[in-house]
């Protein structure tokens, strides 16, 4: 540590400096993370030193973090769902699978039927928490195979998963046939929608994910992917709003008496950001926003098409995948690869068309 | 959700009156986080979208959260420490926990001693790990026993848990006593410096509590307590750089292919908020704010044993704790109660020496 300090201009021109070695996202094409809505920026500067984990020092902020919460509960279709404001996506299933394991203490050794498309947080939750984590293969679609998923199923499992938009393909998994399944198991069912939850309901046609099909008990959302907030903003609802309570842990020396949440101090500052960019945009804007990215992506699979590279899946968000090889890639542009032989690029409110013609453009010219 | 959405100014409007219901920190005395250091608002800003869950899209800000681990390697006494940004001391305690618990994947039913001063975190953590917890009593000064944490350990102990300023009472725990019997026992021992971490190397006469006591694994430290950076900013350090990788999971489809983290996606922005509050501070810095934050307390206990209120304990940091009834504390002042009876002020940096005079006075009139 220096010993006198740094002059605050020295400081931040290093800062800028090192900020310039980041990569220019318009040629970031591989992050579900996207640069915030402005309205997300100004909502979060303006809440900077809210904390949400002693929310009787904040009530107003912890009053946007419920209305946040509302929003998505009617969105889903359950508007006396309940809720909190998380981390992000890996907080959100932890907690979900925390709960599952909590309501059904007596089984000595529980498990969870989860799709192998699933993200790795699912892995790493189920090792924290000391649960089987069961992987169900996918049907030739991508999607989890919902027959499947029922066979796996025994008096061991606590909770099954299913994914309302794949990581890696854009999948929204069978949710409708996996609630029915759940519901004939009664084992809790969490749907993470952390990338589709913000996608699914601006659709043309939305595919049921929520909890308008009864069995679905949680749904994990992240704000912080297409909901254009800043980081942290991610959400666990859950279709009993007092579920939570069962995690909750006496909490001596603060404004209440008990919290049910991962983390001790929160953001609000990210939550409000959540919420500045629904409540602005609405759902037409939110609408108008995804039809834009899902154009995008059909724009991006015709031309790669063109250039033959066939598509690795058909996907239901604004994920794009292709057969193709790292050296079919032109720099500078960033794209990642969900396994060998497999091209992914998810088409972010940033990847605007005119970057996507740019980046054909470029593999046409690397292809002539 | 909003059909038509809302215009922006209808909606900041609406974000101002919910933020002026939360309290006015100058009557906030219960916290231990404050106002952000306006370096850290202005480093926050710079790197409001960066997401250091996928580090080769932003290599110059990974490269400053290193810098922030190098600066607390330094500070305490490590040099090569290893370690990563976390989103506050939960997430620090509990992968501590659960490095421990991996790395005796052998031990069926693993326990952890930790003090009964320890933050609500080490519950939560357990619960979710299934580690027993084994509590130990505190000495008349409140601080961790030390023969009585050495009479808990057993060959299924895993960690041993000692605080660098307890939460309610502000004490450091013996840890040189303690880094020695987790030496002798082979235990990882963990030090929660959560609070205290940004106080104690900057008191004229610093406790031992790091890395340079041998036996001391692991360290937990919040820069958005006393360092003063924006929300969230935890760090976990480990004197093994390479420790940490015992945690790693596969992330098939990001810039990196494993992480150890507990999150996914982590804000960038607050961590270098923390880098800036510190180099523009220096040593020099730091400790005068800690100075004045010290005499403020001795200052607070010294006004309020004049008016007969008796300490509740001789605290190391800035945490000053009474005896006294609720209706002692006039309005607004917001103050916390660790138990019924004892009555818990932390004097925070918003905390000027002018509000101590100011809530002295209160005080006096109302038992005048």
């Excluded at 949440?261 to 108008?288: I, K, Q």
């Excluded at 690795?312 to 969900?338: G, L, M, Q, R, Y």
Aim: proline content about 7%; some cysteine; hydrophobic content about 40%.
């Amino acid at each position: 540590m220096l010993n006198k300090g740094c002059p605050e201009e020295e400081l931040f021109s290093f800062f800028s400096q090192k900020k310039r070695e980041d990569l220019d996202h318009n040629y970031i094409l591989s992050s579900m993370c996207t640069l915030p809505h402005p309205v997300a920026v100004r909502a979060h500067c303006m809440f900077m030193e809210t904390n949400l984990g002693d929310p009787g020092l904040f009530p107003g902020t912890a009053s946007l973090e419920q209305l946040l919460i509302k929003r998505f509960a009617a969105l889903y279709h359950c508007p006396d769902a309940g809720g909190y404001a998380t981390s992000g996506g890996t907080e959100s299933n932890l907690q979900a699978l925390r709960l599952a394991k909590v309501q059904q203490k007596d089984i000595p050794y529980p498990n969870a039927v989860v799709p192998e498309s699933a993200h790795f947080s699912f892995k790493k939750s189920c090792d924290i928490l000391g649960i089987e984590m069961r992987g169900v293969p996918l049907d030739d679609t991508l999607r989890m195979d919902a027959d499947a998923a029922a066979e796996q199923i025994d008096s061991n499992t606590i909770a099954l998963v299913g994914i309302a938009g794949t990581t890696e393909y854009g999948m929204v998994d069978p949710i409708a046939a996996l609630a029915k399944i759940a519901n004939q198991h009664n084992v809790l069912f969490h749907v993470d929608a952390a990338f589709g939850g913000m996608v699914i309901p601006f659709l043309d046609k939305p595919i049921p994910f929520d909890f308008s099909l009864p069995g679905v008990t949680t749904i994990a959302v992240d704000p912080h992917k297409m909901g254009m907030s800043t980081i942290p903003a991610g959400c666990l609802l859950t279709r009993e709003p007092d579920l939570l309570h069962a995690l909750n842990i006496d909490t001596p020396y603060l404004t209440v008496k008990q919290e049910f949440t991962l983390a001790g101090t929160r953001p609000g500052a990210p939550v409000v950001g959540a919420l500045a960019v629904m409540d602005y945009l609405g759902v037409e804007g939110m609408r108008a926003m995804v039809k834009g990215c899902l154009k995008n992506t059909r724009r991006l699979i015709a031309g790669m098409e063109t250039f033959g590279f066939e598509r690795a899946a058909t996907p239901d968000v604004n994920v794009a995948t292709f057969i193709a090889k790292k050296e079919d890639i032109p720099a500078p542009w960033k794209v990642s690869w969900t396994r060998p032989g497999h091209l992914r690029i998810v088409c972010m409110p940033h990847v605007h068309g005119e970057r996507i013609e740019a980046f054909l453009k470029d593999i046409g010219e690397l292809h002539a």
